[in-house]
């Protein structure tokens, strides 16, 4: 029998055993064609989809090898009908190919006449062709060339997009490693993505995406437009392209609700972008404002749908796109790769807290009881106001306090849903509270004050989880919050991710009431967290009262 | 006619005993029923069904041997066959080997010739048109065509278009539509093409509007060969070359994923059985909804329950045979080691003579097919799959599905077409799915269940081992890196929910799912306990503290049932009620001061509790709770018809009717009028003398005269050549009645000599 590390199940799901002394080898060689789906402690779930398998084809393997890696690592025999897919899904990618054509601009070619033909046939498709080249090729038309591609996906057909890019308007930009180096990973990500020519950086919370999107602008030498959530992280890109880099803050342009500059690097936020008025998008000229040579999207997973209808158009730039999760709530990961491009990088959490560059975290979950009056409230509240009621009942106070009490010294930050309930913390902890009426000066104040430790305990809503950077915190309580979502919870954790100067371990606290509804969401995110490889513990509020 | 079908005759009878049992082996329908002697036996082989069905048999080569004599003289055979295999090597051979089987086959006698029947169902040979003296009956043309030198002058005169039209029709179909075909035409009026064709013979009219090239005119066109590009040889399969060993694995993975599949339908159907439609079969909704719970496309699921269905193992059953569910000899089965249940179930699939692959499509008249109905049965599946299976299984490769199909359209030219190439189709899939291919080339258990051989010993070694642990983790799954062993594996189904199958299985524990476990009676320490046991990590803390969890809330609150319940605001009553013997019947039980509780129902209590003496009133039923769980239910097995009529007759059953057959011609020959009663008492011995004595007169092929009572009870006595005997009967030759009967040995009352 082979004892390989691998097995391979007939859903497309992968297990790895990762104490295997293969593991690292079979890590390796099935990362380019399945995503990684959960890491828990000793076994790997890995997923094989159409997705990932085009990925693979977009950075070069062929169906053979990886058919090679499966067999070769299974412990088991791998199910025909898995191979006869796997073969059949990447042939599928390439067929088709967007090329330049000197007199008709951007064809769509292919060696395969049938495909073409069944493409062609769509309705969908016929309008955004033009004239039919000889039997392999026909016309597209240009201003089209990121609404076929997504349409081709969908059709299964997906295209390889061959027309290249323009140059934009050359711009000089070089990276300044002055007491401090581009990771590893970091040179790797960016080097990969400028091969690929467009694509996404897939890389954890605290792993430094910035810096990429920098050493991707220092590979373009070109004007680039950055689009970024919201405003905090305008200033933080900024503050960062300043350090990193030679541009000066004169060459970078903030394009916010408040600001309106246009300068060579120009951030703008993806909400200015996709504001309204009268029905039309007011600033969708940014786009054509300058001959960008490079588009950089910061958290791709994030990316509302208007700004994939605005990229569609911008299929001739290059495009960078930054994520810690290619994973999308909204199912739209195919748009992700039809307009953005294919994964270039992806790097495990895992191995990367392994090298010291993200902090490890400890999960703990406190679990607080309802007092019996408190119960029966419970029991007699609606089910909507059921969440709101258990999430902010008073004995989560004593317990965060206790908690804080207990990390005194630390960089904690509290975080919550629910605002009375926050600010009712806040008076408790004596702590600032930043919420969304917060002014953006004054939480950059707390901010700063916090990351020089002048503040030890920073109470945030959820207005906090994204695109911050608060590189001291070393504990955060969870206080309440709709954890349904998995990005989020890969944002909060991503919080206090960031590697510690004295290199202690980060400690990630949730309260959560007993028997209630606020316990059956923290199932979600107990099955997040563990299937993400961090330890995880649930106790008992007395043991931390005690 | 008459003289051809005597020598025939005459050459059958010639034939060795041993060469009458080959024949009747490759053409078992000529001895069911056995012909009464060989006259009868001459004249079933001629007959054109049975002619086809002997040709739908030959190989590509045989059947051009054949079709070569029908135009050709005997002795001109090599000439011919040399001329159309283009002197390929090995020819001779061949040829050699196609007459002995043609022979063998009794298609020609001892000098070549055709056996009565094979020229008229040969026609028209390979494609040939009708001889000229057919098409121009009483016609100076058919005299000049008889002489190719003459064809080939003619074929020179016309021009090139008409030359064209020629080649055209020369390798068939060898005839036309032309409008007007019987047209007077002239060699000096001829205009178009056709017309210089028809003017100079070279066509014939045979309808108003059909024209047809005469065989000699074709013959010539053909370079006097009847076959292109004839070959010699089978053509060679090709395919892909895979490792023995990880073909061989890949198959065994099939087979156990298989073997699991069907049970885990069996285990579905126990508790959840799907109807049997009014016309039989299963819905194509049950079909979806067990492809979905079994993880697997429709065409498996159908397989899967076919499979189930022919090795027995679900059947109709329940209420009024309604519903489809798992035999009793399903729980055998399971019982069983996983590569004999796969040795059962692959054996039953080998012997279908149904085609799952067709479920769920539609039939010719637009009417949906459906799974386990008598719709999907098809007489030529079995065959079919048989010889697919033997094609793959003559090679190491991985065959391609068109070269196998090439291989079958060879063997057996006459019986191919678009059903062939479906079934075949069908077989490859699912032989690879069931696990006798892996990755396309045929495994050692799967040849082994081909040739019949016992299997089971073959897949054992190459099943993944049984495992017994799991590797518990954090996010609550427990990863079962293998085919657990029995008694985990049913404690891991109850106590987690299966997320993930295939070589592991992984499973995910849950509220609900340990909520099951404590429900089976088991404590928080007894899981955590099992768990640990079979663990090769430490139990996660969060698994802990969720089995904690749900114990500490399980059972707070207590449920049962009752058929009435009695209510008294004074406890004295109760006491006093409980304390009566007579009400012991009623088995009451107190559940608080004032309450009692009773399995007799409201009506009994009532009755009861009046005739003691009480008067008690009857109150609504409100919140009378009754749980039920379905049980898993069973049926009787049914036996499943197997159709055995495809594979070659046993020997014995074709030595006896040889036998019998013999007998019959001897009676013919010998006493052409059915011999007399002998004379003398009726012979009488006893029982296990006659047996004994029949057996040596079977074994001696003598003849003997036994006592016999017909059906009314009457003494009679008959002359009889033994054939065989076989489940209380006697198969013999009567030559007192000259046929074949059977007889039953228990009334036979005496064996004697005839002499």
Redesign the interface.
Known sequence: MNDGPLIVQSDKTLLLEVDHERADECRRAIAPFAELERAPEHVHTYRVTPLALWNARAAGHDAEQVIDALIGFSRYPVPHALLVDVAETMARYGRLRLEKHPVHGLVLTSNDRAVLEEVLRAKKVQPMVGERLGGDSVAVHPSERGNIKQLLLKLGWPAEDLAGYVDGEAHPIALTEEGWSLRPYQKEAADAFWHGGSGVVVLPCGAGKTIVGAAAMAHAQATTLILVTNTVSVHQWKTELIKRTSLTEDEIGEYTGTKKEIRPVTIATYQVMTSKRGGVYRHLELFDARDWGLVVYDEVHLLPAPIFRMTADLQARRRVGLTATLVREDGREGDVFSLIGPKRYDAPWKEMENQGYIAPADCVEVRVTLRDDERLAYAMADTDERYRFAATTPSKLRVTEALVKKHAGEQILVIGQYIDQLDELGEHLNAPVIKGETKVKERERLFQAFRDKELQVLVVSKVANFSIDLPEAAVAIQVSGTFGSRQEEAQRLGRVLRPKADGGGARFYSIVSRDTVDQDFAAHRQRFLAEQGYAYQIIDADDVLA | MERMSEGFTEWLRSRSDEQLRVLAMSRPELITPVPANVPGLAARAGTPSAVGRALDRLDGFTLAVAETLVVFPPDELPAAIHRATQDAPGTDEAIGRALATLTEMALIDGERRLAPGVQEALDPPAGLGQPAARVFRHDERAITLADPRAVRELIAQVGPQARAALDELAWGPSSGRVPNARREVSVETAQSPIEQLLARGLLGAIGDDTVTLPREVGLVLRDDRLHRDLSPAAPPLEGATRRAD?AA??????AF?FVRSVEELCEIWSVDPPGVLRTGGLAIRDLRRAAQQL??PEWTAALVIEVAHAAGLVATGGPADAEWLPTLSYDLWRARQTEDRWEAVARAWLTLDRVPGLAGGRDDRDRLLNVLHPDLRRGAAAEIRRRVLTVVAATELAPSQESVLARLTWERPRRRGAHLARLAEFALREA??MGLT???VMSPHGRAVLTGVKAADLLAPLL??PVDHV?L?????A?A??PLTGELDRWLGLAADVE?????T?YRFAEASIRRVLDAGQSAEEILAMLARHST?PV???LT?LVTDVAR?HGRLRVGSASSYLRCDDPAVLDELLADRRAGVLRMRRLAPTVLVSKASRATMLDSLRSMGYAPVAESLEGDVLITRADARRTEAQPVRQVNGLLAPEAEVVTAAIRALRAGDHALLSRPVPASQPGGAVPRTPATATISALQEAIKQGSRVWIGYLDSQGQATSRILEPARIEGGYLTAYDETRAAIHRFVLHRITGVADVN
Request: hydrophobic share 30%.
């Open positions: 990880l694995r890949t198959a065994a993975g099939q994923t993880d697997v690879e799915v892996g990755l396309g993944p081992e590797v983790q954090a996010d609550l799954t990863v890196p293998g993930s199958k295939g070589g592991a992984v990590t996660p803390q969060p503290y809330r």
